[in-house]
């Protein structure tokens, strides 16, 4: 009896929250894991990670002092401080961590990943599906599906580059050079370097200094330092001076920044005369940082005007429910 009357209280106190009770054989079962304290899993790590990829490295350190030298106008954060990557983090920086949230939402969980993979292989002209793989390193949330193992990475990855090749053809540009503003730890580039044989070299750069050694660690281990190089922030004005840049992508970045910041960034891309920018924000169609200001006016004001707008998954459907709908903005500078 006092079980009853406790189950009936605890539902009329969540009804008038809003909550409804579910019934757990409605549940799928990573639903029924959410809130279940669970010890991290055991990460298999290449011989000498576990030593370079700490917060004592002296590299980190050196980036560390010179990013706090530099024009705050750029470095002060509005979200991306260092106690938004752990030391965990450091080691695992491809798990489920602040660079690419994987999991603990309606649209990260496995059934949309399985959603989002099968749209891509039925929506996939440039045949990236086949051409990019995913290796599960570095503690990457990985799930099999249709016998490929796929990630958030490699999903998100795909579908920018589908909708830049739909749109530009990048593929049959002549010495294709990029430069990724708040690269984080170099997805982009590691899957740019793949998709295009004609990729002459993909610039990658952050206003982060654990950013730009991660970046830095993850393109060598890859065996790509050749082609996609991470640029320390206080080098890349003079870099750029001396390179001509064809494409500036910003997935996620521009939306975590300071106002300051995107006006120094845009102007750098003004100066320098680049083409063609990519924006990727948090916000959906709208251009919106951490904070709320919407910065389309900012971009425009540059010179740059927007050619494209489009959902992340043309259907519907899989726009709503599979993993990480986004918004692609594409933008043009004005001749």
């Known amino acids: 009896m006092l079980k009853k009357i406790t189950g009936k209280l605890f539902r009329k106190i969540a009804a008038s929250r809003g909550y409804k009770l579910v019934p757990g054989k409605l549940l799928f079962d990573w639903q029924k894991e959410l809130g279940v ?14 030593e370079a990829l700490r917060y004592q490295n002296p590299t980190l350190v050196e980036y560390c002092q010179r990013y706090a030298a530099f024009d ?41 990943y399985t959603l989002a993979a099968y749209y891509i292989k039925a929506n996939d002209p440039f045949g990236l599906w086949d051409t990019l793989q995913e290796k599960g390193d570095f503690g990457v949330l990985a799930h099999k599906v249709d016998g490929k193992l796929i990630s958030r990475d490699l999903l998100d990855s795909i579908l920018e580059i589908n909708f830049l090749e739909s749109l530009l053809k990048l593929s049959s540009w002549e010495n294709l050079s990029v430069l990724d503003i708040g690269a984080g730890y170099g997805r982009l580039a590691h899957r740019m370097v793949a998709a295009y044989d004609n990729l002459g070299q993909y610039l990658c750069t952050d206003a982060f200094p654990v950013s730009t050694f991660l970046c830095d660690y993850y393109l060598r281990y890859k065996g790509i330092g050749e082609k996609a190089k991470s640029i320390p922030l206080d080098e890349i004005e003079k870099r750029l001076e001396k390179t001509t840049i064809n494409l500036a992508v910003n997935v996620h970045s521009f939306s975590e920044c300071q106002w300051s910041a995107i006006d120094w960034w845009m102007s750098l891309l003004q100066k320098n005369r680049v083409k063609y920018l990519m ?15 919407d910065f389309l006016p900012l971009v425009e004001e540059k010179g ?16 709503k429910y599979g993993a990480n709908p986004d918004h692609y903005h594409l933008f043009q500078l004005a001749s």
Not at 81 to 104: I, K
Not at 279 to 293: A, C, H, M, S, Y
Not at 304 to 319: C, E, G, M, S, T
């Open 72 to 112: 705050e106008r750029v470095t002060t954060p509005l979200k991306w401080t260092q106690d938004l990557v752990s030391d965990r983090d450091l080691q695992t920086f491809r798990g489920h961590n602040a660079y690419v949230y994987q999991t603990g939402s309606l649209t990260r969980n496995i059934v949309a």
């Open 304 to 319: 740059y005007r927007r050619i494209a707008l489009a959902p992340k998954y043309n259907d519907p459907a899989v726009q």
């Open 279 to 293: 924006i990727v924000p948090n916000t959906g169609e709208q251009l919106l940082t951490f904070d709320r200001k």
């Open 37 to 50: 304290h669970k010890s991290p899993p055991k990460i298999d790590l290449p011989p000498g990670a576990a």
